[in-house]
Structure formats: C-alpha cells, structure tokens
C-alpha cells in the first residue's frame, strides 16, 4: 500500500511529503505521534508490534504510533490509528512533542517529530493482528524496572517518550 508521510522541518513546519519506505530509507525527519491509553487504576495500555512490522518487529510500545497523512490533522491521525490498531475510540489529549533520530539494522532510519497523546479508557482493545501480535496492561513503575533490565524488548521512542513524559 502506497502512504506518504509528512516532512517538517525542526520546528515542525510542513514542507513536503514522501512516500514512506523512502523516508525512512533516507532518514528524513517526518511527523509522527505516539498515543498513550491508562486505564483508571493508571495502567498504561502497552503492545507489542506485530512481527510483520517492517522495523522494531515484536518490540513493546505505547498504545499506538503512526503517521498522520498530507493534509491530515494529527488529532484525527491519532483517533483513527488508535482504532485501527487497536479498536478503540476515546477522547485524547495533546501533551507534548520531541524529535528523535535512530537507525535499524535493516538500513532503514526514523527521524521523527513525535508528538504525545494522551487518552483514557476502562475498555479492553480489541488488537488488528496485522499491527499488533498482543497487548498489556501495566504500571508506569514496573514498565521502567522492566526496560532497565530487557531494554531491547521495547521501542526507541518509546523509551524516550516514557523517560521524558511519564
């Protein structure tokens, strides 16, 4: 399927768009969003990447993470990825936004400015497998215990987000 993601500039100002497997081959900085779920209790929805994904296979993440598409607003991105990825659909909260640049061993290289969402839920999701090969509910506290102990289990921006937000 042919998507293109948006290329910004450092201060995050559009200025073109890419097909996305070339983006990322090139290491061009393009915007992004990471979605953060809590339950109630303050547990953190987390998944694991499906093991298709063409980086961080099987790697733990935030909820949900993508691209918004040309001339699409990132609220709306967001809501619908989050309910393509993993069925759900609550009201989010913009909270912040950073830039970070990490290369894999398959050549290719995300240079993203990611912004941070932030939604509640006492829903379970109900995962799109081509996406997402599971999921889990857990504490803020434990999730940084377990990245110090197996931090290749997780996404790079993940970590970021986590250590710099939450």
Same mark, same amino acid.
């Given at each position: 399927?042919?998507?293109?993601v ?5 201060s995050? =100002? #559009?200025?073109g768009?890419?097909?996305?497997? +070339? ?5 061009? %900085?393009?915007?992004?969003f990471s979605v953060f779920?809590?339950n109630g209790?303050?547990?953190?929805l ?6 298709t994904k063409?980086?961080?296979a099987g ?8 691209h918004p598409?040309?001339?699409e607003?990132?609220l =709306? #991105?967001?809501?619908r990825?989050?309910?393509? +990825?993993?069925?759900?659909d609550?009201e %989010?909260?913009?909270k912040?936004?950073f830039?970070y640049?990490?290369s894999?061993?398959n ?8 912004h941070i969402y932030?939604g ?10 081509e996406?997402v090969e599971a999921?889990?509910?857990k504490?803020?506290d434990?999730?940084k215990k377990?990245i +110090?102990?197996?931090p290749?289990?997780f996404?790079?921006w ?7 937000f939450f």
């Open positions: 399927m042919y998507e293109e948006i290329l910004v500039d450092e995050d =100002t #559009a200025i768009s890419m097909e996305k497997m +070339e983006a990322h081959k090139k290491g061009l %900085l393009h915007r992004a779920i809590f209790d303050g547990k953190l987390l998944q694991q990447r499906a093991l063409y980086h961080s790697l733990w993440t935030n909820s949900c993470c993508s598409r040309p001339n607003n990132l =709306t #991105a967001a809501k990825r989050l309910f393509e +990825e993993m069925g759900l609550t %989010l909260i913009y912040t936004a830039v640049r990490s894999f061993d050549g290719l290289i995300e240079h993203e400015y990611d932030v509640v839920t006492e829903k379970d999701p109900i995962i799109n497998k996406e999921y889990a509910w504490n803020i434990a999730i377990e +110090e102990i197996f290749d289990k996404t790079t993940f970590k970021i987000a986590l250590n710099k």
